[in-house]
């Protein structure tokens, strides 16, 4: 491995851009960035030629880059790659952050590699990124129990989810810290035995 990629990390949370979206299911990836850009006092900037916003700083002797991609979620594919590039990040150093609705509410899944699930933001990372060899930590938002899967997870949490929000929020961004200090094979094997940190 190219050493000047070693101690660089880059964290994307996966959502959709404007204040319609921010408190919807589908945002939970773009909340826990977002969160952990606020608690270490750094600053989003937008980058027009990564289509996103980026943070950076220093955690753990680490270089991390934050980012949240403005293509929507359906294009997150293009925000992703590029900053890669940009940033000459290694794949094994991005981590991803997504809900999932095949996760029970707040609960916390480091994986390796893995299909989309039907996430059209992993769909489009998939695609620009020609494989589904990359980290993710999914973020249970709970199973869609109607028909209309984009209505339920482009809706807001029920009043008792928000309540439990910002401890889940919390759980993602110590296991995010896990990760950074661990790597992924030690991160999932604390989080994922039991889906909680």
């Known amino acids: ?33 977002k969160k952990i850009a606020k608690q270490q006092h750094w600053s989003f900037k937008r980058e027009r030629g990564l289509e996103g916003k980026v943070a950076r700083g220093k955690m753990h002797e680490k270089e991390l880059i934050l980012l949240l991609p403005l293509t929507y979620m359906n294009k997150s594919g293009v925000a992703v790659e590029r900053s890669l590039e940009e940033f000459h990040v290694s794949l094994e150093n991005l981590l991803v952050i997504v809900d999932d609705t095949a996760l029970s509410f707040g609960k916390l899944r480091f994986r390796k590699t893995g299909s989309s699930g039907g996430h059209n ?77």
């Open 1 to 33: 491995m190219d050493s000047s990629h070693v101690h660089r990390r880059l964290v994307v949370g996966l959502g959709n851009p404007g204040l319609g979206y921010r408190a919807t299911r589908h945002n939970m990836g773009y909340e826990v960035v």
């Open 121 to 197: 933001g992993l769909k489009s990372i998939e695609a620009h990124l020609r494989t589904d060899h990359y980290p993710r930590l999914r973020i249970g938002i709970g199973a869609c129990t109607g028909s209309d899967l984009a209505a339920y997870v482009l809706g807001p949490f029920s009043r008792e989810e928000k309540g439990c929000l910002p401890e889940i929020q919390e759980r993602a961004i110590e296991a995010v810290d896990l990760w950074l200090k661990k790597g992924i094979d030690g991160a999932m094997q604390k989080v994922n035995k039991t889906g909680e940190h």
